[in-house]
Every structure is written in C-alpha cells, then in structure tokens.
C-alpha cells in the first residue's frame, strides 16, 4: 500500500515476525490509523526508506524479540534517520536493562508488555500521533520566530521612524518665515532635557501637536506618550484616571485599574486644559511632580515613576496665579520651559502648506481622493481669519472634501462664514470716514479729537458737566477745547 497519497489518518508502521499479531494490532488501529506492516526489521527499514520521503509515517510499533536484530536496535537507526518519528516497543519481557537501553540510546517513547489490552494500546497510540504533531508545531514555530525576529524588529524600527516624522518636528508643517519657527528651534533645544513644558495658546493651534514633538524629539521617544484632558472630567474621576485606583476603593471599583502616571512610566505624560483643575486637585499633582510618586485610590503603598509632564492650557495662567485661582508653586513646577503657540491667523504663510497637509489626511479619512485647491479656494481659506484654528480649518477642509463632486476643491464648496470673509460692525464706514481725513498725522489727529468732542456733546444735548466728565476733562477745558476747534456756540 501507497502512502504518497494524501491521508486523513496518521500512519503507523508495525514490525513484528509473527503473522497473527500483526492481524490483530491491524485490526485494533485500522480505524483510526493507515496501518502498514512488516515481518522483519529489514522490511520495516525498507518501507521506512520508500514513504519517509514524503513524511508519511508517524509512529513506529516494534516488537523488542525479532530474529537477527532486536527492536531496540531497529529503533535506534530509525532515531538517527527520522529523529521525527514516535518510537514505542512491544515486547513480552520485563529485562530492565532492554527498558534502559531503549530509552537512552533509541529515545523510545514508550515501553508496552505483552499481552496487551486493545483499549489501552489505541489509547497511547493517539497520544503519540498528538505528540508527534506537537513536534512538527513546535519545529514550525522555531523556525517562525526565528526568522520573524529580525523581520518584526525591522517592522517595530520602520514603524517608529514613521512615527517619528509624522509627530517629531518635521510634523509641525511651516513656512520658512513662519512664526512658528521660534517655537520648532526652542522645542529642539529642550527636548533633550527632562523638563516641565508648559504649552500656551489658543484652542485648536496645535498644543497637542508640539508635546508629541517634543516627546518624539527627546529620550524618551521609544516609550508612551499618554494624554488627558483634565477639564473634561470632575476632580474625583480625573484622579483615579491619573493615579488609578484599587478594587473597592469606591463604589463601581470591580477590579483594580492602573492609572495615567503608571502607563506613562519612562516616557511622557501630556496634561491638557490644566487650567481648569480645581486648586484641590492642583496639590495633588503639585506633589506628584515633586516627589516622583503617588498612591492609587484605596492603595496604603505608593509607587515610583518616572514621567516627564507637559501640561497645556488656553488660560493666562499668570494672571490665574494673581487671582488665586492657579497654585503658584504648581505654576513654576509646570513652566519650567513656557512654549506659546501663535494663532493660525497669524500664520497666514503656513496656511497653504497647512491646507495640503491636512486635505491629505482627510481624504484617507474619508477614503476621497482629491487633486487639491483651486486658486480661487486657496485664496478664500488664506483669507478667512480662523478663530477656531487649525482644528477650524481642518473640519473646513473635510466639509469642502465631502461635498466635493470634482477633484478639485473649488471656492464654491468654502462655507458661507469663509466665503463671506467677516469684518466688525460698521468697519467699512470707519475706515471711509478715516481715509477723508486730510494732512498730516498731527492734523489728522486733531481732525479726530474735535470729531470726539462734538459726538460727546451731541450725544449728551450740549451738557459739558456730562460731557466733561465723560471724556475725563474738566468743565473748563472742554470749553477751552471746543473754542479752539469753534464747536463752541456764540
């Protein structure tokens, strides 16, 4: 019988020189093994030789008395050739010294007696088929990870370079006479250094952004970058976020939970809107920074870390400080380093690298692709003001992209805000007014003050007392001012 052919049933070759214990061990396997058999150790090695070429044989049963040569020296070449092989003896001796050797020197698996019982014979031949394909998943997996580790090393190294350029300083798209170059310089000087930074600026200008840049620019890079919005949660559930709690230590505590602080252990925690934090929750973190460690909620022990703190805030913090309403101490321990932002108004040279980059990252969003800007729709954006920002423009650009019939964004798709770019109240008028304005700067600023004077006068019915006191003058000289300017009635 062929074994070239696929099986569903593993193969097991028996070996034994008598005919009717062959038939019966046949019988015993057959339906749940191919069972091949032979009357001699040299017709086992030569079916041995003709099927292992395609690894069909998975078990060896051998009887130990043969003529010529016994069964555990058949089973010791058969270990040197087809180490894979599961190798059992059957033999109607108890000679410990067989048992000995053909354990040492075959690694034989297992030692069966005769008589044998069918149940118990099937029973430790399934467990050698389970075994052998232990060994074959065992062999594949070493050698997966043996050639896997270098490969996921380089994937692991190719994924956080790009990581790196996506949120280190070449992330931070500018111009080259941006503003925000002075920020990109500091934040190259510092990142090194294990500082506090405190990151200002408007909502939406990007705070976020320079902590991952000065996170992948700095030692720390390889390890967690960890962020929190501390105004979007009360005092309580903003400190089992950040410090982690035990189970119990509250109502709902199902299990213990490793905070903030813990999950950034190595690398960098970034605090954003800290402004907002209560003066109660401000020594807690105030200690924290200091001392290097905490206690999580319902814990008796406190834990260690090491965290480099970036903290972000929209709020004029010093003034917070005047007020009472900041912890001075935590103000100096946060803003070791002080970073400022600029409005994205103020940054109108990185507005079309800005566009691009973001209309890019949306469209992967999306899964739209897009060609880009027409002029006309690059000059509205240019144009625009931007209160909200960079995250303003960028919810602009998904808008305009999802609209978008064309590749091509065209100014038709700007919202009515942007096309319609706003000026203040009455602006238009003021500056037509200010353009009649003849002469030079001294004229033109008298021109301005007799126009003060007489709205002030008309508006209060000709009362200098109320007029006066208005424009912070005395009642003598508004008289003295409205004579020169001959507002004064005869």
Known sequence: MSLTSLRKLPAVLVIDDEVRSQEALRRTLEEDFEVLCASSAAEGMEILEKEQSTAAIRIVLCDQRMPGITGVQFLKEVRHRWPDIVRIILSGYTDAEDIITGVNEAGIWQYL???????????????????????????????DLRTAEPVLKRRVESKFEKAKHAFGLAGLIRAPDSPLNGVCDMIARIAPYDLSVLVTGESGTGKEMVARAIHYESRRASKAFVTENCAALPDTLLESELFGYKRGAFTGAVEDRVGL??????????????????????????????????????????????????????RDLEEDVHTGRFREDLYYRLATIALH???????????????????????????????????????????????????????????????????????????????????????????????????????RMEQLEAQVLKEAMLRHRGNKSRAAKELGLSRVGLRSKLNRYGLEPA
């Open 113 to 143: 007696l005769k008589p044998w019982q069918p149940d118990q014979l099937l029973l430790t031949l399934q467990r050698a088929a389970e075994v052998w394909r232990l060994q074959q998943e065992n062999q594949r997996l070493s050698l």
């Open 261 to 314: 602080f813990q999950q950034a252990d190595g690398g960098t925690l970034f605090l954003d809107e800290i402004g907002e934090t209560s003066p109660a929750f401000q020594v807690k973190l105030l200690r924290v920074l200091q001392e290097g460690e905490f206690r999580p909620l319902g814990s008796n022990r406190s834990l260690t870390v090491d965290v480099r703190v970036i903290a972000a805030t929209n």
């Open 341 to 443: 932002v600029p409005p994205l108004r103020e940054r109108a040279m990185d507005l079309p690298l800005l566009a691009q980059r973001l209309l890019e990252s949306s469209s992967t969003v999306l899964g739209k692709p897009s060609s880009g800007f027409s002029p006309e729709a690059l000059a509205g954006l240019t144009a625009y003001r931007w209160p909200g920002n960079v995250r303003e423009l960028q919810n602009e650009i998904l808008r305009m992209l999802a609209l978008a019939d064309t590749p091509k964004l065209v100014a038709d798709l700007l919202s009515l805000r942007v096309r319609q770019v706003p000026v203040s109240k009455g602006l238009e008028k003021e500056l037509a007014w200010l353009g009649s304005l003849n002469g030079g700067l001294k004229e």
